[in-house]
């Protein structure tokens, strides 16, 4: 039996150090977890022809790995640079790392790989800088729509985004539904479990649509809840002060140097009555731009 409120720490891929680091973003335990919704999402689904790449636009290119890795040092930041030559049917393309020295053989002459960064374009030859990269076939990076989240600088998002697929894949099956069948059915709203998991891995973006939706209706709902609750507790055990039914508006209303239109006197009635009774009295007084609602 899973325990969504268990620590955090108990998740596959989440040690010591890593606790420290979600704990700075309130996530303690595997609901926390589960529940960190993404900030956006960013669609690496669409491949681009590499000759088609428009500079500062961030696109998705299957190439084929046409050089050795190069490795270049410079003193002056005691850096090292790393390229690689990559082309598809129509161009090719320099790709751009810094100080990655596990990438080295991480590339294959004749190998297909999918690449996804920002372009730049440099005398004509396309170039991009420390972009994402899968096998091919292989979709953990690019090829559909990555959620990205608010981060501690120490935590990047392809760790919190493994770490929250652990969660998730550990609470399936004890996530209690929260709203009953009839409202499901009526709103066409997914289920708890569905929506928070296509919040943060939809297919598509009317997957992530419909999973706000629900989301967001049942925020909505509950707040709502909470303050008919605090209303009703506080007009069945708070009592007001009762006006006399002496005093009178009359007066008042005719000696303004204007006329009260038919809703204004309207409303101003239903506030006479609701002062001469002791229950409380919560009204919010609105009208159009230019119906004297500062003088009433």
């Known amino acids: 039996m899973i325990d969504l409120n268990q620590e955090v720490q108990f998740v ?16 303690h335990t595997l609901k926390d977890l589960i529940t960190y919704y993404p900030r956006d999402h960013e669609d690496r689904s669409k491949v681009t022809k590499i000759a088609d790449a428009i500079e500062g636009e961030e696109v998705l290119i299957q190439a084929v790995c046409v050089s050795k890795m190069s490795e270049i040092r410079t003193r002056r930041r005691n850096m090292t640079i790393y390229k690689l030559i990559v082309r598809d049917d129509t161009a090719s393309a320099i790709l751009t790392w810094y100080n990655q020295s596990y990438l080295k053989s991480r590339f294959h002459l004749g190998e297909t790989y999918s690449f996804f960064g920002k372009v730049t374009k440099k005398n004509g030859a396309v170039e991009m800088m420390s972009p994402t990269f899968d096998d091919e076939g292989k979709t953990k990076n690019t090829g559909k729509i990555i959620p990205l989240y608010p981060l501690t600088y120490q935590l990047s998002q392809n760790t919190i985004r493994q770490i929250i697929e652990n969660g998730l894949n550990m609470a399936k ?34 997957e992530f649509t ?15 809840l909470a303050l008919l609750t ?67």
Do not use: W
Not at 212 to 222: A, I, P, T
């Open 12 to 27: 596959k891929g989440v040690g010591p150090n890593r606790v420290k680091l979600l704990s700075r973003l309130e996530i």
């Open 173 to 206: 099956g004890y996530l209690r539904e929260t709203l009953p069948e009839n409202l499901l059915q009526e709103y066409r709203l997914l289920g708890l479990e569905e929506a928070i998991r296509k919040i943060h891995f939809p297919e598509n973006f009317d």
């Open 210 to 224: 419909l999973a706000r939706k629900r989301l967001v209706f049942e925020e909505l709902l509950s707040m709502q």
């Open 230 to 296: 605090l209303k009703s507790q506080y007009t069945g055990e708070e009592k007001g002060i009762a006006f006399s039914e002496e005093a009178k508006m009359s007066e008042v209303i005719n000696n303004l140097p204007f006329h009260l239109t038919k809703a204004q006197l309207r409303v101003l009635e239903e506030i006479d009555n609701d002062m001469e009774k002791e229950k409380p009295m919560n009204r919010l007084l609105q009208g159009d731009v230019g119906s004297r609602k500062n003088n009433c």
